[in-house]
């Protein structure tokens, strides 16, 4: 089975400051990894997914996120964050195989973007 | 395109009292998922369609909850009887469906429906 730890609960940082939201996760096979966002009162949004090739991902509104296999980890980071992007943010694994596998989300990060 | 769209997007309830959520997905998409996600915590897969066939209601817990898309489209999912636990955001997904080696579809989620069991 699958797991996620989401290592940080709430994130606070000021606007145009750098952000890595952390992201751990525990499989025994290989995986898919996901993050995606959900703004307040709607559903979830797919930012960016790793599912092969480069381990360096680029997402949506100026995200990206690095696959490092030995420390199963896949931190989202921006470089410079905007108000607009207050919101919680979930990590997601399902396993890499054919056919339906489950997708395993996180508890979520909530990112706070201050003025 | 339209997206996932689900109603209620809000319902406050009284508990024993029963419920309904309903869920319109992606035209197109034949997988369809509800999840529920309580206060501070990701979303947790309730049951998943292939068409109008349910392939994973493990999660689904019987004895009060049951869902049904009859025709392969639309879905509803119900409560009877509500309790109070049972507060939190009812997610409807959305998928291509699976086939032959295809191992990875994107889900794409509705805005929610938040329950509140008073």
């Known amino acids: 089975a699958q797991s996620v730890t989401q290592l940080d609960s709430q994130v606070p940082v000021f606007e145009e400051a750098p952000v890595e939201l952390r992201c751990n996760y525990s499989s025994s096979v290989s995986v898919y990894l996901f993050w995606y966002v959900q703004y307040p009162n709607q559903g979830l949004q797919l930012l960016l997914k790793y599912l092969s090739g480069s381990t360096l991902v680029k997402g949506i509104n100026g995200f990206e996120a690095e696959f490092n296999k030995s420390q199963t980890s896949f931190h989202l980071r921006k470089p410079s964050v905007h108000i607009s992007d207050t919101a919680e943010y979930f990590c997601?694994?399902?396993?890499?195989?054919?056919?339906?596998?489950?997708?395993?989300f996180g508890a979520g990060t909530r990112l706070a973007v201050h003025p | 395109e339209a997206g996932v769209v689900q109603s209620p997007r809000y319902k406050i309830i009284e508990k024993k009292q029963p419920v309904a959520f309903w869920c319109n997905p992606i035209?197109?998409?034949?997988?369809l998922y509800w999840y529920l996600q309580n206060l501070g915590q990701g979303p947790e897969l309730l049951i998943r369609y292939e068409n109008e066939e349910a392939v994973d209601d493990s999660q689904l817990p019987k004895d009060r909850f049951s869902a049904e898309r009859l025709k392969g489209v639309d879905s509803t999912l119900k409560i009877q009887p509500a309790e109070l636990g049972d507060s939190a955001v009812y997610l409807c997904?959305?998928?291509?469906?699976?086939?032959?080696?295809?191992?990875?579809?994107?889900?794409?989620f509705g805005p929610g429906t938040r329950l509140t069991v008073l």
């Open positions: 997601a694994v399902t396993r890499r195989g054919g056919g339906y596998n489950k997708l395993i």
């Open positions: 997904a959305s998928s291509f469906g699976f086939s032959g080696g295809s191992s990875y579809n994107e889900q794409f």
């Open positions: 035209s197109g998409h034949n997988t």
